[in-house]
């Protein structure tokens, strides 16, 4: 019989892990600190006394490696899960995931797969030095092969990530950490994923639909109560998978609403909600009663963390953009 426990997110990627790892001898995790520490934010606890130093592997502090050599192990049959200790450091992957893990089916015509997923914590809000705050989701979401999957629940994480292993096809991971501890539900561990490559509608809504992802799914969910509050019904979806994007679950709320609102934390220039508002307006335009806004981060470097929440979107900046939409007439 599954077990149900009350777990945050950070609960959810452990219990998955083990999942996963209980049920298939392939499932191999590596990493920086992932073994006898357990992670630098404890994702991996107990896995290296559960399941043995062949299976759980401490690596130097070497992101190539840690990319090649899942690749490398995923070309040969296994389905290796690396953990990049925070999003960045994860740069030094790209000419791995680029060049050879996003590529493998293609260059061998289909012969071999890259049954890998790259992890990553990612995104601000913890008060962290310089290069751990990253947002650059788009850098992967812009690479054909890959799929780019961000959980925002404790749920949707331990079951995207049950299937993004069993995914045939190269993953990338990010997990907001911001969200690690902050949120705990109950969450069944009976091995059952959660679909790859759809949106999840969080809130159904009539007058106006908030787009988001991550960790922003808590101030976009904030927005929508205060905007609630006001007599306007929002409808708030979840991206979950940004690469490929649900643009049908998109695409059909505002044909209901007609007003959008796309909310990230990352930097605005090249975001990924320019991807969003392009798709919606190449194949909704006549259904927008008002132009799609973005609330974002700013075109800078993260600051540190004085300043931290001077760069991150918050629900109110949400609300004046929502209102700005719903004036249209």
């Known amino acids: 019989m599954a077990t149900v426990a009350e777990v945050n997110l950070l609960g959810a990627v452990n219990l998955a892990l083990k999942r996963a790892m209980t049920e298939d001898e392939r499932v191999i995790v590596f990493g920086e600190d992932v073994g006898v520490d357990g992670g630098v934010f404890r994702a991996t606890d107990g896995l290296l006394q559960s399941f043995g130093p062949k299976r759980v592997l401490d690596t130097p502090l070497a992101e190539t490696l840690i990319a090649g050599l899942a690749v490398g192990l995923a070309a040969q049959g296994f389905r290796p899960v690396a953990e990049i200790q925070f999003m960045g450091f994860i740069y030094a992957t790209l000419d791995q995931m680029i060049n050879h893990a996003s590529r493998l089916r293609t260059r061998t015509r289909g012969r071999l797969t890259c049954p890998m997923v790259l992890r990553a914590p990612y995104g601000g809000g913890i008060h962290a030095p310089e290069h751990h705050s990253e947002s650059t989701e788009s850098l992967f979401a812009h690479v054909p092969g890959l799929r780019v999957v961000i959980p925002s629940t404790p749920a949707d994480a331990y079951g995207l990530l049950l299937s993004a292993i069993r995914d045939p096809d190269p993953v990338v991971f990010l997990e907001p950490k911001r969200l690690y501890r902050q949120v705990s539900e109950p969450v069944e561990d009976d091995g059952t994923g959660v679909p790859l490559d759809r ?31 006001d007599g306007i019904s929002s409808e708030v979806i979840d991206v979950c998978t940004l690469k490929p994007l649900d643009t049908a679950t998109i695409l059909d709320s505002v044909s209901r609403t007609g007003r959008l609102v796309i909310v990230h934390e990352a930097a605005r220039t090249a975001g990924f909600g320019a991807e969003v508002a392009a798709s919606v307006a190449e194949a909704g335009l006549f259904d927008l009663k008002a132009p799609v806004l973005r609330v974002t981060g700013w075109d800078t470097v993260m600051p540190l963390p004085r300043h931290e929440s001077a760069y991150l979107p918050d629900a109110a900046r949400i609300v004046e953009a929502a209102r700005r939409v719903m004036a249209y007439d």
Request: glycine letters at 10%; hydrophobic letters at 50%.
């Open 199 to 229: 949106c999840r509608v969080r809130r159904a809504g009539s007058d106006i639909t908030l787009v988001s992802w991550g960790a922003m799914m808590h101030e976009t969910l904030a927005a929508a109560d205060a905007l609630g509050a």
